[in-house]
């Protein structure tokens, strides 16, 4: 009897820290889930709802075979504004054959990215993806590309996504319907900043990459390194940023 009457108060202290605690995780928990709400209501600003998923010939995604996007799944990604403000834990996604950037909202409405030249970089998963300047055909352009590695020298990766219209029955060949196919990426480099330019040979780019680094040929040769492979492209860019 004795030792009971000596148990009881210490259970009983602990049980109210135990409550007082729970009261206090959900009080933190349900301020973070409004602080995120609040957030994510302002994030939806800059976006608008789209009606559907429609090309120029009226045809849906769904009756496309193949896919247009880098990842079918909306990913768990953040998003940083040119202004350095953040937003975390948005569902993103990257469509390679529109060249936009899509987001589910808290509703599960699918949203576009409006006026991409206000954003930094989408960071979907463990991929970068910036809407950058290039220069093609005497002309800038922009779109949205996958960043490899960066410094003084950057370099991106255009990924496409070709769309192949239906072909109607002919002899001997039956029909085929519209499809998306995933076509080889094209390689760009930025120096300090600029415009980013398209890598179409392994000599081309050692040229113009010496004059950010005098010592990237002689590396090149070292080391063995065929630049149209991208694991050995990524090393020479990261040997002109040391």
């Known amino acids: 009897m004795t030792q009971s009457t000596h148990i009881n108060p210490f259970l009983t202290t602990i049980k109210r820290a135990a409550a007082s605690l729970g009261l206090i995780l959900c009080f933190l928990t349900g301020f973070s889930q409004v602080d995120n709400s609040f957030y994510l209501d302002q994030f939806e600003r800059n976006v608008i709802s789209e009606r559907a998923h429609r090309m120029s010939s009226g045809l849906t995604y769904d009756r496309i075979s193949g896919s247009p996007y880098f990842s079918d799944e909306f990913t768990e990604g953040e998003v940083i504004m040119q202004d ?17 950037i899509e987001f589910k909202n808290k509703d599960g409405q699918i949203m576009e990215i409006l006026e991409p030249e206000r954003y930094d970089r989408f960071i979907v998963g463990e991929n970068i993806f910036k809407y950058i300047p290039y220069e093609e055909g005497n002309k800038t352009h922009l779109a949205y ?14 990924l496409r996504v070709d769309f192949q219209e239906a072909k109607k029955p002919q002899a001997y060949q039956d029909a085929v319907p519209p499809k ?7 390689y760009y480099l930025s120096v300090d900043g600029n415009p980013a330019w398209k890598i179409k040979s392994q000599k081309q780019t050692i040229e113009l990459l010496s004059s950010a680094e005098a010592a990237l040929p002689s590396y090149v040769r070292k080391e063995k390194l065929n630049l149209n492979k991208e694991e050995e492209l990524i090393r020479a860019i990261e040997f002109c940023n040391k």
């Open 84 to 100: 350095g403000e953040k937003y975390e834990g948005v569902l993103l996604r990257y469509d390679i054959y529109s060249n936009r």
């Open 180 to 186: 998306f196919v995933v076509m080889a990426p094209d």
């Open 145 to 158: 590309m996958q960043t490899l590695t960066g410094g003084k020298v950057t370099l991106y990766k255009k």
